[in-house]
């Protein structure tokens, strides 16, 4: 590795996977008859994470406790103890100024978001970001580090999918994923990319919200006029589902869609197909199941449904369709709100009207609508506590490297504005964040304009 500014940067002397051998191997010996602290993240991607540590952790008879937190802050990095095992999932790329501070003596980091400093010795991590940015989930990295471990640990491989899915990675399909994929015995179908796929086409319709279908999403009477105009009709007084859809009725849905969405065209893709509890479930239904128990709050029920423990499955249903509501009216506040609105960006500050947990959904889901321009940048943010959640998202994101907008990685811009004024940054160049302090409200807005607008006139 060599040093460039306040980056470690790895030249490719060793591939990823074999420094996810290294480092498993470091933890083996390190954590033997020593107590490791696991912490990752609240969304889909570190839930997973989460779960397929703690099944090979408990195999392994390995003492432990589990942390999930929606984000990672200095005073939560400084509570940690310094003479346990600390394993970050998920999180922690954009915390190593905070982790060194602290004098934790023992961190290891399965993380794939982008690393803005330098990584200190003592620390040891597996990311792809070092690794000529493979693009990989961090439930991925983490299933290939824990099967290295423990070869048991591949009976997880469907957690690692369901992480994958969650960070929108399923079109990475690489030598990596693939691998994952096949380990985790996923069947795969060719279809119309509108989730649940198993469940009746009017409510995964109404619910549709990636992409959002204007007069459709959150619209029963909109939904029926679709179906009627598709020419799909109900059995006695239920619809079918989208897998039990003849082709020709495929086709008039996809277009009734389009005349709504011109986007729709990018809804065809790859459908994964999980045994979760005994039946086959559309993955990307459990994906956002998860994802909406810990945006609500309740990351132990979502941990507990990715355990596939008895009971915590209808839990997780009851928590999902509020999150729906929640998102639906999010959605309808945002469509009549004040916005600042300027060249190719737009900024929507729901102050506290929109949930701190919801906004980077809405932004994303915003961010495939047919609303706003490719390469537009949504910036979207809530209050909580004393605090401010922003989240960024770029139009048009796509999975092959091209972010649709010359080149702006949102993840640099607010990092830009967050060295200003103080504050925590995280995530990637078309998805990031940042949290920040009630008080500087105005100065991040005025610092956030000025930023989007000079890294304009940079392109």
């Known amino acids: 590795m060599e040093k460039e500014g306040d980056f470690l940067v790895d030249k490719g002397e060793i591939s990823l996977e074999e420094q996810i051998k290294a480092v498993a191997k470091k933890f083996l010996q390190k954590s ?28 392994l008879d390995k003492k432990f406790s589990i942390k999930i937190v929606k984000s990672l802050e200095k005073p939560f990095i400084d509570s940690l103890p310094k003479d346990k095992i600390i394993l970050f999932l998920d999180l922690s790329s954009g915390s190593l100024n905070h982790i060194e501070d602290a004098g934790l003596k023992e961190v290891f980091i399965i993380d794939h978001h982008e690393l803005i400093q330098q990584v200190f010795e003592g620390i040891e991590i597996i990311n792809p970001q070092l690794h000529n940015k493979e693009k990989i989930s961090s439930s991925g990295l983490t299933y290939l580090f824990c099967k290295e471990i423990d070869p ?28 994952i994929l096949e380990e985790g015995e996923i069947k795969k179908k060719r279809g119309l990319l509108i989730y649940p796929s198993t469940r009746p086409i009017n409510r995964a319709l109404e619910y549709c919200s990636n992409p959002y279908i204007p007069g459709v999403t ?36 996809v277009t009734s869609i389009m005349l709504r969405n011109p986007k729709a065209v990018e809804m065809i893709g790859d459908i994964f197909l999980i045994k979760f509890f005994n039946k086959l479930e559309d993955a990307r239904e459990l994906s956002a199941m998860v994802n909406a ?11 507990r449904f990715c355990m596939e423990v008895p009971g915590s499955r209808k839990e997780a249903e009851a928590i999902h369709i509020k999150y729906k509501q929640h998102i639906i009216s999010g959605l309808n506040f945002i469509s009549k709100a004040e916005k600042i609105i300027g060249k190719d960006f737009v900024i929507i500050n729901t102050k506290d009207q929109v949930k701190d947990t919801i906004v980077g959904t809405i932004a994303s889901i915003l961010s495939n609508s047919p609303v706003y321009e490719k390469g537009t ?14 989240s960024a998202r770029v139009c048009g994101r796509n999975g092959n490297g091209d972010n649709g907008n010359g080149g702006r990685n949102v993840r640099e811009i607010l990092n830009t504005v967050i060295k200003e004024i103080g504050g925590e940054v995280g995530g990637h160049e078309l998805a990031a964040g940042c949290i920040l302090t009630k008080d500087k409200e105005e100065k991040f807005i005025d610092a956030l304009k000025n930023a989007l607008e000079i890294e304009l006139v940079k392109i």
């Not at 020593?34 to 779960?51: L, M, N, P, W």
């Not at 128990?293 to 941990?303: E, H, I, N």
């Not at 940048?377 to 922003?390: C, F, L, S």
């Open 32 to 59: 033997d008859g020593k107590e490791v602290i696991v912490v990752s993240h609240f969304d889909t991607d570190g839930i997973t994470s989460a779960a397929i540590m703690i099944k090979c952790l408990r195999r």
């Open 152 to 179: 048991e640990s591949k009976k997880s491989a469907k957690l690692a999918v369901l992480g994958m899915i969650g960070d929108l990675l399923e079109k990475e399909i690489d030598k990596l994923n693939n691998g």
């Open 218 to 253: 959150g619209n029963p009477v909109g939904v029926l006029e679709l179906l009627r105009e598709a020419g799909i009709e109900n059995s006695r007084g239920q619809y079918k589902s989208l897998m039990e859809t003849t082709e020709e009725e495929m086709k008039r849905l």
């Open 293 to 303: 128990c810990s945006r609500l709050g309740q990351s132990d029920v979502a941990l």
């Open 377 to 390: 940048i949504i910036i979207t943010m809530a209050y909580y506590d004393d605090k401010i959640k922003v």
